[in-house]
Each structure stands twice: as C-alpha cells, then as structure tokens.
C-alpha cells in the first residue's frame, strides 16, 4: 500500500513535468468538472474554517486569543491551532478527492517520502536569505532599528521553539490550501499558470482581511504566491516553499521581530522599531508590504530559475 501511494500512476502524468498539464488532451467535460471539483473543495474549506472559527470563540481559552488576533496581535498557540486544525481538514478533503480521482494523495504536492527532506531544508534556506535581504536593505536605508532584547534568556529558546513550530504549521496549511488540491484541480480547468495566478490573487486578497494589511502587501503576498507556484513547477513539489514560507515567517515575526501581513506577534525577540515612509517599511504591514519586500521576491524568479533551471525527470508531484 505505501508503494501504491508514492507510485507515478499514468494519471498522475496529467499534472507532473514542472506543472504543466497536457491541457490540450483534456475534454471540455474534464475541464468543466475540474473546476466544479475545485469550487466544491473550497467552498468545503472556507464552511469548515467558519465553523471553527465559530467553536473557537465559544471556547473561553481561545476566544480571547482569537479577539487579540482580530485587534492585530498574533499568538504561536492560537496559530498552532488554527492551522493545525486547518491543516488536516485540507488533508482529510484531498484525501477524499484523491480517492475519488484515483490518485495517490502525495500527487497534490506534498509527498511523505520527501517530507522535511533536502527541499524543505532548501526552503528554509532561502527564506533566511530573502528576509535577511530585506532586512539588511530596510537597515541600510535607515527604516529598521534593531533595537534591544525583548525576552529574558530563559523565554527565547521557548518563544523560538513556539514560534518555529507555528510557522511550520503555517507554511504546511497554507501551501497545501492554495498550491495542494485546489491549485491541481484548477490546473486541469484552466492550465497552470492562469490556475496560480488566480489563486495567487485570492492569496493576496485574503490578507487584506489582517489588520494593518494594506494593497502594496497584499500585492506583496500575491507575488510570493506566484513565486511559491514557480518553485512547485521546477522542483516537482510543495516542500521547498513549505521551507520558504515557514523561514520567512519565522524570520521576520521572531529574528526580526516586525510585522507580518499586518499582525504584530506576542513574544517577539527585539524590541525593533520601523521609521520612515511605507514604501520603505511596509507601513503597518511591515517589510513584507514594502517596495523593498516585492524587490527581494522579483529578484528571486531569475536566480531560483538559474539554480534550478528543469523540474525532476522522476519524483514530481508524487
């Protein structure tokens, strides 16, 4: 059975091959229940994370969280939770759709055999780079002070782990949710790249809900969505931007300790300060909605396409 789930069936060659589908092979009939297929599995998605939002705001111990959150203050616990939580219901739906398409679940990006692996270590790597860039360059330009130590020497190695740990979960639910299923079954419909770049734009449009989030970041979030699906189309899976996002994430919200989408964190590691105009900081969005933040991402299409130039022969979106 585990041979069958990471086996490359001859249906999973519709979707494998740097993310390009052999959409002229598909019939009008599998193009149009490809979309009633991804329209159902997000109409699923969004009514089971009202209700849990909804259960959770029932809850004394997380109703407060939740309200933190909506005032613009971020919590590891309740992240943890929420995106826990959220994560196995996309991946309880695209194991049903998987069954139903008579495909491994790994085909839809995130195959168990390379989980944490080199391309999640690469990932993660990358991250560090792309936040240190941003960071470094909002430094120079004098809209970035480190500032002193927020927490005591006993609560770092606590509040990083927490931290690391959230963003992990982060990375794994929202790329699943976005670039797993749904981006795989639009793909059929529509072709991959007018399937990212939809769902690239909800990505970014989604974050206009944060507090603080303004159009630059969510343009900003809307191109990382878009590189995230470039990187899926040249490494053949999901785990190298799992790696990204969750070291992005981390870096900026605890390293760095500046906002992120919007939302300041609770037990951040500096008591850093943004000055300078919004261009330079990303205003109350912090770097991520800065000019600075959409120039480290531009610059990351070119050099990830030089350092990974094909997808895989073998071991793609398997």
């Not at 519709?14 to 229940?33: A, C, P, Q, W, Y």
């Not at 009514?47 to 959770?56: A, D, P, R, S």
């Not at 449009?205 to 343009?219: P, R, S, Y």
């Not at 470039?230 to 500046?258: E, K, Q």
């Amino acid at each position: 059975m585990q041979i069958n789930l990471f086996h490359q069936t001859q249906k999973d060659q519709l979707i494998t091959g740097g993310g390009n589908v052999n959409h002229k092979s598909t019939t009008m009939r599998d193009r149009l229940f490809a979309v009633l297929r991804f329209f159902s599995f997000a109409a699923a998605i969004g009514l089971f994370l009202t209700g849990l939002h909804i259960v959770l705001s029932k809850i004394p111990a997380t109703a407060s969280l939740l309200q933190q959150e909506e005032a613009g203050t971020l919590t590891a616990s309740i992240t943890l939770v929420i995106d826990s939580i959220g994560l196995l219901a996309v991946i309880g739906l695209s194991r049903f759709a998987a069954k139903i398409e008579e495909r491994p679940l790994g085909a839809f990006g995130l195959p168990l055999r390379d989980a944490f692996g080199k391309r999640f270590a690469l990932g993660v790597i990358w991250g560090l780079i792309l936040a240190l860039l941003d960071i470094v360059c909002t430094y120079l330009l004098g809209g970035y002070s480190f500032g002193s130590f927020a927490l005591a020497p006993g609560k770092v190695l606590s509040y990083g782990a927490a931290w690391a740990l959230a963003f992990i979960m982060v990375g794994l639910f929202e790329e699943f949710l976005f670039r797993g299923y749904a981006l795989h079954s639009l793909t059929i419909g529509v072709g991959f790249w007018p399937a990212a770049i939809l769902l690239s734009a909800i990505f970014g449009g989604l974050h206009l809900g944060n507090a603080g989030e303004g159009v630059v970041g969510a343009l900003d979030v809307m191109l990382y969505g878009l590189f995230a699906c470039f990187t899926l189309s040249r490494t053949g899976n999901l785990w190298f931007a799992v790696g990204l996002h969750s070291a992005w994430d981390f870096s900026l919200t605890f390293l760095y300790s500046v906002p992120g989408s919007g939302m300041h964190a609770k037990g951040q590691l500096l008591q850093a300060a943004l000055h300078g105009p919004a261009w330079l900081t990303g205003g109350a969005a912090g770097p991520e909605g800065s000019v600075i933040g959409l120039a480290v991402l531009i610059l990351s299409f070119p050099v990830f396409s030089a350092l990974f130039p094909i997808a895989p022969a073998s071991g793609g979106r398997h």
